[in-house]
């Protein structure tokens, strides 16, 4: 492994399917021999802009072939991709380019006055530093004309074509498996988000289980709905797919979900698997006339992102019966696999995750680590060399995360007889809407720094569409004239939309419910809301 590297994942199909395609998005494709070069042209022109191994490169861009493109550039450049949430403000966005130490910033033309929002906010600061922006698409700087009609002019700007050398690297980085190529940034309970560290060897793992557990081959065709920024959307069977020979279709995230548009990608490439959350499983079964529908190129639906109701899997089973459903229970520290359930043991067992992956092992533990039996519910601990190898710049957190070994989740289980995973609780006050992770304390400490707020929590409710949506329960001043427009505006330039309450609780008295030592009892409000 040691000289095996992300990079050669897209020269691995033989020299007989250079011709094959590996990528397509809309009416634009690349052959693995297409991909292959123009990211090694990409990494010369990096190379020749000064980009230097063990640089990070902040992306922020919705999906489209370039994404492909720079993933196996960075991994030839041994530089550290830096993925952004195409959903996020301007302020989180500011926060993860901070927190990485990123020296390059690569976006798109339809978000490009974000990354210009990045740059005014960290020149606000009087810390613009050596950042380098790349503008992909024809973007207009501020105070600068437009890219592709005239040209750069910015100095730190340059557009992405131009990086496209004519010839390949004149001299290839020495890149090794346990070099860190990815973070992949997660929210924690601190309201920040960390950037859980990954290497080229635990990328690597990360797919090589997938590759057995999905069943992939040349034959196969990934219909990718999520965003490649999210680890759903890369590294849930898309970088799999591709290692196998296959073919990844990528679904455009610049506009709203689409159950039609679903079932025309499916019949127009013959999409063989797709990842799945509940609620895009739930709309795809609600659209009439489905049944007319021809799907029967899939052969396996990936069903994770939160609890998939045993209602979906069945209603699945049933109205598209050549189709294998696979609940999966992941995160972005890895493995994005850890458990998964057979079709097969739906029924019998109904309501579990599944049981660990071929490269991965689980258990159950009480506050001291030590091992629950079948039944107690405790703390599920997660081990496999796919796992990161730490939070950047977080060497507490780190260590309490990954003490003894394990990978300590915050999520609450318990392990039947057979070694089936069941799930019952997050203790890190996760809500799941829509499969988009959501950490309230993020909201809160945003919701607090409005001058008419006491206090505030926020917690998840049921919601038949999204699984969950978010309520904020807000405790006002005495003058209690605030309104809930008026703390959504708050709220709406400094939080993605989707982290946005959807259900509001104003008051002056009284306040939010607390042990004796001052800890929110955040259980009392589930319980008023419905939630528990």
């Not at 992405?160 to 090794?176: F, H, I, K, S």
């Not at 030590?370 to 780190?398: F, N």
Request: with cysteine; charged share 20%.
């Amino acid at each position: 492994m040691s000289v095996y590297t992300i990079s050669e994942i897209v020269s691995k199909p033989t020299q007989r399917e250079r011709d094959r395609t590996a990528v397509r998005y809309g009416e634009q494709s690349l052959t693995f021999g297409e991909l292959e070069g123009r990211a090694e042209r990409l990494a010369a022109g990096l190379s020749a802009a000064g980009f230097q191994q063990g640089d990070r490169c902040c992306v922020l861009m919705h999906n489209r072939l370039e994404w492909f493109e720079l993933f196996f550039a960075l991994a030839r450049l041994g530089g550290v991709l830096v993925p952004v949430n195409h959903l996020l403000t301007p302020h989180e966005i500011k926060y993860i380019v901070e927190d990485s130490g990123a020296t390059w910033f690569v976006a798109e033309e339809q978000l490009w006055e974000r990354a210009e929002g990045v740059r005014e906010l960290l020149a606000s600061d009087g810390d613009a530093g050596d950042l380098r922006y790349v503008a992909i698409g024809g973007v207009r700087p501020a105070g600068g004309e437009r890219f592709g009609a005239i040209g750069d002019t910015r100095a730190d700007t340059t557009p992405y074509e131009r990086l496209l050398a004519p010839a390949p690297l004149a001299v290839r980085p020495d890149v090794g498996a346990d070099d860190l190529f990815l973070l992949q940034y997660t929210s924690g309970t601190t309201g920040f988000p960390k950037g859980a560290e990954h290497t080229h060897s635990t990328v690597m793992w990360n797919a090589i289980s997938q590759r057995q557990h999905f069943m992939l081959d040349e034959t196969a065709v990934y219909l990718c709905l999520p965003a490649l920024s999210w680890v759903a959307g890369f590294h849930s069977l898309c970088l799999e797919t591709l290692w196998s020979g296959g073919t990844a279709v990528v679904n455009p995230t610049d506009e709203p979900f689409s159950a039609e548009r679903f079932c025309d990608l499916v019949e127009r490439h013959g999409a063989t698997h797709v990842a799945l959350v509940p609620t895009v499983m739930a709309r795809i079964l609600a659209l009439e006339g489905i049944e007319r529908r021809d799907l029967s190129s899939l052969r396996v639906a990936i069903a994770g992102g939160a609890a998939v109701p045993v209602h979906l899997m069945e209603e699945m089973g049933e109205r598209l019966p050549g189709v294998t459903v696979l609940q999966v229970y992941g995160m972005s520290e890895f493995p994005s696999l850890v458990t998964l359930l057979e079709p097969q043991d739906v029924v019998a067992k109904m309501g579990s995750a599944g049981k660990a992956n071929c490269v991965s092992q689980v258990r159950v533990v009480d506050a001291e680590d030590r091992d629950l039996p079948a039944g107690e519910v405790g703390e599920i601990l997660t081990r496999s060399p796919a796992t990161m190898i730490g939070y950047h710049g977080l060497p507490d957190a780190t260590a309490a995360t990954l003490r003894g070994g394990w990978l300590h989740t915050g999520d609450l289980g318990h392990l039947d007889g057979d070694g089936y995973l069941f799930i019952s609780g997050r203790s890190k006050d996760l809500i799941i809407s829509g499969g988009l992770n959501v950490y309230p304390v993020e909201v809160e400490q945003v919701l607090d720094r409005h001058p008419a707020v006491i206090e505030s929590a926020v917690v998840g409710v049921p919601d038949p569409s999204w699984g969950e949506v978010v309520k904020a329960v807000v405790v006002l001043d005495a003058d209690g004239s605030t309104s809930e427009q008026e703390l959504h505006d708050h709220l709406a330039g400094q939080v993605a939309r989707y982290k946005l309450p959807k259900l509001w609780e104003l008051r002056v008295q009284p306040p939010l419910p607390r042990t004796a030592s001052g800890k929110l009892q955040k259980f009392k409000l589930l319980d008023r809301a419905g939630a528990r």
